[in-house]
């Protein structure tokens, strides 16, 4: 079985992380009351899911086979999520902090250089989309069956996390290179761009490799007007 996520991504979060603060943990009431356990429980809890959800498709997923994959009983089950929603707003959630996990322990932080920094993570990020392409797939086709309360949080948790991670980076690009740009547009459109491997790379005829990652990355970085 593939890795759900990305291979060495660990379980603890990075220091640093714009990760938006009302991640809304309330959306998934858990009668537990021990932080670390909860989230080890929910990491079990979207692992399993996960591989049912990529097997069987979410709406033929029940919640009992969610427990019986997750080693848990229905009743251990419900002591940390409460629906289907819950499983599926966690995925996203997770997703968003091991990538940036991934970036933080790859260094992008510590990168002086604006332009550096913005080559540096779209490269990773890409990779990071290529290793995960099933996960992404199924977020971005699923996440429109979330109830209404999930759905608004998730896309105010992708405007914060992702496209404002983006934001930031090209901020700091066109403040070192004193040009004008729009900075917001252009982050939405780099969010996209990410995805083009997860959402079209079943059409290509070859299997993507570091070349190509590079290629792409330098065609996004020419085509932002930023080289």
């Not at 002086?112 to 099933?134: C, I, Q, S, W, Y």
């Not at 797939?137 to 992708?158: A, N, P, S, W």
């Amino acid at each position: 079985m593939k890795a759900l996520f990305f291979e060495g991504a660990g379980t603890s979060m990075p220091t640093r992380k714009p990760i938006h603060q009302t991640m809304r943990d309330d959306l998934v009431p858990s009668s537990a009351k021990d932080v670390d356990l909860i989230d080890s429980k929910h990491q079990q809890i979207v692992n399993a899911a996960c591989r049912l959800f990529f097997k069987k498709g979410y709406h033929r997923t029940t919640i009992r086979e969610i427990a019986l994959a997750s080693g848990m009983s229905m009743g251990q089950l419900y002591h940390y999520i409460s629906s289907k929603d819950d499983v599926l707003f966690l995925t996203y959630k997770q997703m968003q902090m091991l990538w940036y996990e991934h970036l933080v322990k790859s260094g992008v932080e510590e990168i002086k250089d604006p332009l550096e920094r913005l080559t540096t993570a779209v490269r990773l990020t890409l990779g990071f989309a290529l290793k995960n392409k099933d996960l992404f797939l199924f977020l971005y086709t699923e996440t429109k069956y979330l109830g209404k309360r999930h759905l608004q949080v998730v896309l105010e948790m992708d405007d914060k996390n992702v496209v404002g991670f983006w934001r930031r980076l090209l901020r700091d690009v066109t403040a070192s290179k004193r040009i004008k740009r729009d900075v917001d547009f252009l982050a939405n459109l780099l969010s996209y761009l990410m995805l083009f491997l997860p959402l079209r790379g079943w059409n290509l005829k070859e299997n993507v490799s570091d070349p190509h990652l590079n290629e792409m990355t330098a065609f996004i970085l020419s085509g932002l007007g930023l080289r």
